[in-house]
């Protein structure tokens, strides 16, 4: 399989600037003055060519690539596509390559678990890995750019596209975000960070909803994903459809000139989304077609997805003066040297012979199989109903997504191919045959499990087993996209059918697939052992049966705040301090008159097979200066009899600042393997920076005073000291190096 790198001349150039920064220079020269080289050659209309990109299928008209206009294409997924288009640009006057841009999140045709599954494995080397195996295949048929990753924090799962992110949580967004990027690059693929930005909290949950955050909260929650993917490399990136207080982020010079290119330096280039532009004439900033490409380019968008409105209008708005032609140059510079930097103009073609059907490979289902077991999350286990006990004779598999090979995909899946799918029931019967436990299935109802009709021959094969696996969830089209819900609960009858499997009083376990946290009622309760499963994609079945049977322990853990019911969103875990905290005795304090307060799960949350302890935590320097790190260790014990992983987090509280700080921040965290009996000391490091915060004006404040530090293995942590910082320290907008984002 053919593996070019993304960016080797970016590579070479960073080696080179270590070693010989001259060097390195000159590389970026070159490309440079190749870009300008270029430019000063082309017309206006093939300057805006480079910044129209067409989606295959309707509307592309293919004599628009030889003819010059048109820089990049989505949804290409077949090397023939790709040649015959890449052909064409070649037979343009000026030979400018494309892009071939296309959703690949989780894999291409080898499905990797969804990202907040992958998230709930708080492991950036699995991160990395599943982003590098989806970009090889998708490269492999000639793809160079993907829609990915998805680097919108929301708190609110009622939002579908949840599922696309990596959950509630600023630093693990940043961590994950960063691996992501390192990973398509690796593997050879460009990357679109998206969606820029705030598209993750939209009011009430539903998708292209309005946004309304602070600015202090952009640069302290939403906006750190973003930065540590251009940190990480990352070619592009994508507006977002919302409007963000009140101003739409594709026309909105702040986020795309002001932070992007001005306080970070950005010199990738930004597309607008699906027909992003011509939305603004929907959010009433612009009246007509020509106004909404006049606005999006003059904010910051280079190119225009699928709206045609900068092929059509902007030649005109140039020619008039209405858009300096300088603008329209530093856009296709941005074009021009991120695709010189892929290395397109030197790479030859992509081979139409190759194609998707040598996936996926054995070591592709392997690799899948490793990321999606890190990503279960052991929510509940009440009497260890799990894993399957050696006396076990028979189980019962019931429900309808336990054979859904679709629907274990989840969204976006790029090439997926259902009959590539171990289901759930495939892969327990694979390793129930092993030990020769019968095994049983009825589906109990349809996916959306709108009737009971098939209920009793569920009921009778749970009365014919020793145990039963309820497998029932969300199928994929109430995730994603456009998938936004006001009802978090199992859909349809799944209650009911759960109920009715309970009160058989076999011993249980439910495993939920599903794009977010679903509301439990009263099931938690009825249900002893609870397991989320996400949408674990190809070797989901394969990953769910070694956990279940206690070939592996779980180890994953909740990268999102696990509600009670759908009234609480939004819940996050790391939520400001009120004045009035819950007192159950005092009514007029902070809680609901008809749920609890508090989620059923909390953040970071997720049980093993084994114990772990913690001793022994310290706080290595307890007052700090500018430049330092925040340095606590803390020894963790493997208490329990099996071997298992556990996500060792770190939180720390600011209880008194200018501002309102949240209650707990989660500020480093490591994943460690133990054996029973083995303990391990782990020293978990912040630095300075990390422990301040911003002002709407973008300034970044560390203020003096105490810092509360807390380790364990979820958010409930418990306190093990302070550290003093000694001096306020004061940073102008733009001028804070990050450092938050160190992928681990
Ligand atoms: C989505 C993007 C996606 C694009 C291209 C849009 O509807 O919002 O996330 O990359 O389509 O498929």
Redesign the pocket.
């Known amino acids: 399989m053919r593996q070019f790198r993304f960016s080797v001349l970016v590579r070479v150039c960073l080696f080179l600037l270590l070693v010989f920064p001259t060097a390195a220079a000159t590389a970026q020269d070159d490309i440079e003055r190749r870009v300008n080289d270029l430019l000063a050659r082309m017309t206006l209309e093939e300057k805006i060519g480079q910044m129209n990109l067409i989606?295959h299928g309707l509307p592309l008209r293919w004599e628009d690539i030889a003819e010059g206009k048109v820089g990049a294409l989505?949804?290409f997924n077949n090397a023939q596509d790709v040649a015959r288009a890449q052909a064409l640009a070649r037979q343009s006057r000026l030979k400018i390559p494309l892009l071939f841009?296309?959703?690949v999140l989780h894999g291409f045709r080898t499905q990797f678990p969804l990202p907040l599954g992958e998230a709930a494995a708080f492991n950036p080397r699995l991160s990395r890995l599943a982003s590098e195996w989806g970009a090889r295949e998708a490269a492999h048929v000639g793809v160079n750019w993907t829609?990915?990753p998805?680097a919108d924090l929301s708190r609110d799962s009622r939002w579908g596209?949840i599922v696309?992110g990596f959950g509630e949580d600023p630093h693990l967004g940043s961590v994950l975000t960063a691996a992501r990027v390192e990973g398509f690059q690796a593997g050879g693929l460009a990357t679109?960070v998206?969606?820029f930005a705030g598209?993750g909290a939209p009011q009430g949950g539903r998708d292209y909803d309005t946004t309304y955050i602070p600015r202090a909260s952009m640069y302290d929650i939403y906006l750190p994903p973003f930065r540590a993917a251009l940190e990480a490399g990352a070619a592009s990136f994508?507006a977002?459809?919302n409007a963000l207080n009140g101003e739409p982020s594709t026309a909105n010079a702040w986020l795309l000139t002001d932070v992007l290119r001005h306080q970070w330096g950005f010199d990738g280039f930004v597309t607008s989304?699906?027909a992003?532009i011509h939305e603004l004439i929907g959010h009433g900033v612009a009246e007509d077609g020509a106004d909404a490409a006049r606005m999006a380019v003059m904010a910051g968008v280079d190119m225009d997805?699928?709206g045609r409105l900068y092929i059509q209008h902007l030649p005109e708005e140039v020619r008039a003066g209405r858009v300096p032609e300088s603008v329209i140059d530093e856009a296709v510079r941005r074009i021009l040297r991120t695709k010189m930097k892929l290395g397109l103009f030197d790479k030859p073609d992509i081979d139409p012979a190759h194609t998707d059907a040598e996936f996926p490979t054995p070591e592709a289902r392997r690799l899948a199989r490793e990321v999606a077991r890190e990503t279960l999350v052991l929510l509940q286990n009440r009497g260890d109903v799990l894993p399957v006990k050696p006396g076990i004779r028979s189980v019962a598999v019931v429900g309808p997504l336990a054979d859904a090979p679709r629907d274990q995909f989840g969204p976006?899946g790029a090439r997926a191919h259902p009959e590539d799918s171990v289901t759930i029931l495939e892969g327990i019967r694979r390793r129930a045959s092993q030990t020769g436990i019968d095994v049983r299935h009825a589906p109990a109802c349809d996916l959306f499990c709108r009737s009971t009709d098939q209920l009793p021959a569920a009921i009778a094969a749970a009365q014919a087993s020793d145990l039963v696996i309820a497998v029932f969830g969300e199928p994929g089209d109430l995730s994603g996209?456009?998938a936004s819900r006001a009802h978090m609960n199992l859909s349809g009858r799944q209650a009911e059918v759960l109920e009715a499997l309970a009160a058989t009083g076999k011993p249980i376990a439910l495993v939920i697939v599903g794009g977010r946290p679903l509301v439990l009622g009263n099931l938690a309760e009825k249900i002893p052992s609870i397991l989320m499963a996400w949408y674990p994609g190809t070797e989901g079945g394969p990953a769910v049966a070694d956990v279940l049977f206690g070939d592996v322990s779980p180890s994953g853990k909740l990268p999102v705040t696990w509600p009670r019911a759908t009234g609480q969103m939004p819940l996050y875990y790391n939520r400001l301090p009120t004045g009035r905290p819950t007192l159950a005795e005092n009514r007029f304090t902070l809680k609901y008159q008809d749920e609890e307060i508090t989620p059923l799960y909390p953040f970071g949350w997720g049980l093993s097979y084994t114990r772990f302890g913690y001793s022994e935590p310290a706080i290595a320097k307890p007052q700090l200066e500018a430049g330092e790190e925040l340095e606590v260790s803390v020894t963790v014990t493997n208490t329990g009899d099996r071997p298992g992983q556990e996500v060792v987090q770190l939180y720390t509280r600011d209880p008194v600042a200018s501002r309102s700080r949240p209650l707990q921040e989660l500020k480093a965290f490591e994943k460690v393997a133990l054996n029973p009996g083995e303990a391990k000391r782990l020293t978990l490091r912040i630095p300075f920076e990390d422990l301040g915060f911003h002002l709407d004006d973008g300034t970044h404040l560390v203020e003096a005073g105490a810092i509360q530090v807390f380790v364990g293995g979820n958010s409930l942590a418990e306190p093990v000291g302070e550290a003093r910082i000694m001096e306020t320290i004061r940073t102008p907008p733009g001028q804070r190096a990050s450092s938050s984002t160190i992928a681990q």
């Open positions: 989606s989505l949804n841009g296309l959703d829609f990915a998805m596209r696309e679109a998206k969606h598209y994508m977002a459809f989304d699906w992003g997805m699928m976006h996209e456009a």
